[in-house]
């Protein structure tokens, strides 16, 4: 007789260590909640526990089940959601930039570029059990020595079996220059109001010129990317213990709700909690 199959609750905490200074970290189950298109600062570094995840990334869409890795490289839109009917569970390490890189030069015992992960599924079990047991070691804070030493075990085993150079852009020089001078007054003040037409006067195209670019090189229109901006920069202010409220208004959300909506939709949990833990 064939098991049933397991169901998950949508349950999710994040939580910090010095040990990994700068990031965060995520122990999470999810069955009916799903990522919108959004992205991560740092390196997004998950191991599949239970389940499976559906995600979409650069254009691709991918199934990690239970046992692998789907790494995503910072600043890459990605999706997520349940795969099978009971949804999946994971542990994430969100690696901050500098840190893997520094962990990359130490390695190689020079410099290095800056490590990529090609898109797709890792499908390395024994990487996925070192990175499991690092979590957890990270997480009941027991033995910190043991902790830090899983850690850097597994994420060095990720660099020296996955980690590639960045393939060169080959897109158009005189575009990229007005999607980053697009983006530039889109993040310039985010409170305040930004119309279309002075969006696209940025880059000296007309309104719908400067959409249809703009949604075509960052895989979002203008308010969704400068919404997905907006949930950066808030978590510095959460962090430091600023009130949902005061941080909502000073992202330039209309209010804590419209706030609490997008971020949710994002982490998978409303900014209170996320702050809390």
């Known amino acids: 007789m064939t098991a049933p199959e397991q169901r998950f609750r949508d349950s999710a905490r994040y939580w910090r260590t010095p040990l990994l200074p700068g ?3 995520l122990t999470a189950e999810y069955r009916n909640h799903a990522f919108t298109p959004h992205w991560h600062d740092a390196y997004t570094i998950p191991v599949i526990v239970a389940g499976a995840e ?3 990334y650069r254009g691709e869409d991918h199934v990690a089940e ?3 890795v789907p790494v995503i490289n910072p600043g890459e839109l990605h999706t997520g959601s349940k795969a099978v009917e009971g949804g999946w569970r994971y542990r994430v390490m969100y690696a901050p930039v500098p840190f893997l890189h520094a962990l990359a030069d130490e390695i ?7 490590p990529w992960f090609a898109p797709g599924v890792i499908r390395d079990a024994d990487l996925a059990t070192r990175l499991a047991i690092a979590h957890r070691r990270l997480e009941s804070g027991d033995d910190p020595l043991a902790a830090e030493a899983a850690m850097l075990d597994a994420l060095s085993t990720l660099l020296v079996r996955h980690a590639q150079s960045q393939p060169r852009a080959t897109g158009h020089g005189a575009d990229d220059t007005r999607v980053a001078r697009m983006k530039s007054r889109l993040a310039d003040d985010l409170a305040a109001p930004v119309t279309l037409a002075e969006m696209a006067g940025a880059a000296a195209l007309s309104p719908f ?3 249809r670019l703009f949604a075509q090189s960052t895989g979002l229109p203008p308010h969704a990317w400068r919404n997905q ?3 950066q920069r ?3 202010p959460l962090r430091a213990g600023v009130s949902v409220t005061e941080v909502a208004a000073a992202s330039g959300f209309t209010d804590q709700s419209h706030f609490t909506r997008h971020f949710r939709r994002m982490f998978g949990v409303p900014p209170g909690q996320w702050q809390r833990t």
């Open 23 to 25: 990031g965060d970290l």
């Open 54 to 56: 559906s995600y979409r």
């Open 66 to 68: 239970a046992g692998s």
């Open 108 to 114: 190689a015992g020079k410099p290095q570029t800056l």
């Open 209 to 211: 010129h400067a959409a």
């Open 229 to 231: 901006m907006r949930l």
């Open 234 to 236: 808030a978590l510095a």
